[in-house]
């Protein structure tokens, strides 16, 4: 009898506990979301940005059609013309978008390895492609969704809405008076 009192008396006591750890763990939850919904408002960090950049130059090699400032005047001839993306009007979450998917219609890559393998870019597989100019990228450089994102911030920091390259914008923009800047006059 002493025994299964005890034992109720046990189990009253873990049960509140329990309680008692799901509502500390409540509002420990909710500044825990806070604070993650803060940090995706913030100004990223500029070694990212300078990382942005790097991939779009090198990894990403979007230059290539985009041009090293993004302005359109692609840096290799062969490649197709790739817009001036310092007058895009997209926004953050359509440049990932259509880093990721690439645009059916164009000649724009999609940068996403299983873009077209589970249906996420406009629901649409392999098979489906060959209809459509948009490949992926060739020589193979697909990105992860982290250094799409990177890119992503890069353009949204130096390039959407900054208006044409010229002298002063090219030192900021590579943070000193490489090469490339000395086409446009001081
Ligand atoms: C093979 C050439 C090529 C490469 C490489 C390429 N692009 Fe493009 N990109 C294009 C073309 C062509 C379009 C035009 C699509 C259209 O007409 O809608 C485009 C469109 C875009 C757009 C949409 C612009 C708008 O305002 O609608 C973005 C953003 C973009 N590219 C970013 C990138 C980024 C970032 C990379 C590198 C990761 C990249 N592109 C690599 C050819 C290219």
Redesign the pocket.
Known sequence: MTDTREQSRWLRLLSRGVVSVAIAAGLLAAPTARGQGQAQTQAPDPSDIAEGMRL?QQK???Q???GWAADGRKTDNQ?????N?RE???NRSA?VM??KCG?LA????A?DKFAYSDGRCYGKKEADLKSYPTRM?DPPST?QQREIEL?ADF?VAKVVGKGPMDHAKCLEYWGSDVEACRDFPK
């Open positions: 779009y990403g090699n979007c290539a059609c985009h490649m197709p013309d790739g817009p993306l895009t009007r997209l440049l259509t880093i645009r164009t000649q724009m890559p940068f990228p990105l890119i353009l």
